[in-house]
């Protein structure tokens, strides 16, 4: 399952989800900015799910770009700044993965 896939199944029945040109900005968006945090040329499969998660956060706050904070009598809207803060982790885990398969030693035939 491909990530715009794996984003229409998250965001089912939301108003504005059958937007594909804004989904597909926004699996772009991600995907590159995720490539860029981990330094690899394309978005591993791997990755696809993080990537989904970030999308559906990114198309929920759409409408609210900018916002830091909203207080209402009782609605409190914030957003973080680095959408893709809360997964450093897990780039972390998967970039030591890559260096360690990297580093193995290969047979190879001639």
Not at 95 to 105: W, Y
């Amino acid at each position: 399952m491909g990530l715009l896939e794996r984003v229409q199944v998250r965001l089912s029945g939301e108003p504005g989800a059958d937007n594909e040109v804004q989904l597909r900005e926004l699996c772009d968006l991600a995907s590159v900015r995720i490539c860029l945090r981990i330094r690899e040329p394309t978005l591993p499969e791997l990755l696809e799910p993080i990537a989904a998660d970030v999308v559906v956060k990114l198309w929920r706050r759409w409408n609210y770009e900018g916002i830091a904070s909203e207080n209402g009598d009782t609605i409190s809207t914030s957003f973080v700044e680095d959408v893709l803060a809360e997964y450093d982790d897990e780039f972390r885990a998967y970039q030591e993965q890559q260096a360690k398969n990297n580093g193995k030693k290969r047979i190879h035939f001639y």
